[in-house]
T-cell receptor
Framework: AQTVTQSQPEMSVQEAETVTLSCTYD???????LFWYKQPPSRQMILVIR????KQQNATENRFSVNFQKAAKSFSLKISDSQLGDAAMYFC????????????WGAGTKLIIKP | SAVISQKPSRDICQRGTSLTIQCQVD?????MFWYRQQPGQSLTLIAT?????????ESGFVIDKFPISRPNLTFSTLTVSNMSPEDSSIYLC??????????FGPGTRLLVL
């Protein structure tokens, strides 16, 4: 069975600095999708970034980018120029091609932005 | 993407009562999902709802406790029946777009006294 591990329960970063959130996963599938979601105190779950496993190029969305290491089964999220609005819980999620549409979730990392 | 609304946004209920949560999406979608998120936890999938078929429940969740309706391609409801304080959670609906990406509603915060 697939698993997703976020080993950092909490991270903090100074405003305008860069922070990296870690995510590792375990799977025997060769094709799959990986996601980072953000959940601010408002509790809305917001898609931050998506990576297709067959793409070697790392996904980027403005200040958010990933470091996807398929062989190492690692999928870290880098947030550049951190802003106060980035404070939230960040969840890593996996979706296999044959996983019956289910997302497998990590436990989450709480990101604190220091002004 | 998709724009999803949920009603109510929050509620406080007495034990033994039932609450129905509505989820409306701005476009037609095949797959809709209902999740529970207990305080400080990640998301747990309750069930998957396809239009025109019975919902598929995950282990630990049963239809008598969490009946789901899916009358059309833009709407679904989840009922939390015979509530107890252990049902206090955030309930979220989501839809799948493009065969792989889920987009979420704003959630319903439920407190059972």
């Amino acid at each position: 069975a697939q698993t997703v591990t976020q080993s950092q329960p909490e991270m903090s970063v100074q405003e305008a600095e860069t922070v990296t959130l870690s995510c590792t996963y375990d799977t025997s599938e060769s094709d799959y999708y990986l996601f980072w979601y953000k959940q601010p105190p408002s509790r809305q779950m917001i898609l931050v970034i998506r990576q297709e496993a067959y793409k070697q190029q790392n996904a980027t969305e403005n200040r958010f980018s990933v470091n996807f290491q398929k062989a190492a089964k690692s999928f870290s999220l880098k947030i550049s120029d951190s802003q106060l609005g980035d404070a939230a819980m960040y969840f890593c999620a996996y979706r296999g091609m044959d996983s019956n549409y289910q997302l497998i979730w990590g436990a989450g990392t709480k990101l604190i932005i220091k002004p | 993407s998709a724009v999803i609304s949920q009603k109510p946004s929050r509620d406080i209920c007495q034990r033994g009562t039932s609450l129905t949560i509505q989820c409306q999406v701005d476009s037609q979608v095949t797959m809709m999902f209902w999740y529970r998120q207990q305080p400080g936890q990640s998301l747990t999938l309750i069930a998957t709802a396809n239009q025109g078929s019975e919902a598929t429940y995950e282990s630990g969740f049963v239809i008598d406790k969490f009946p789901i309706s899916r009358p059309n391609l833009t709407f679904s409801t989840l009922t939390v029946s015979n509530m107890s304080p252990e049902d206090s959670s955030i309930y979220l609906c989501s839809v799948e777009v493009g065969r792989e990406t889920q987009y979420f509603g704003p959630g319903t915060r439920l407190l059972v006294l």
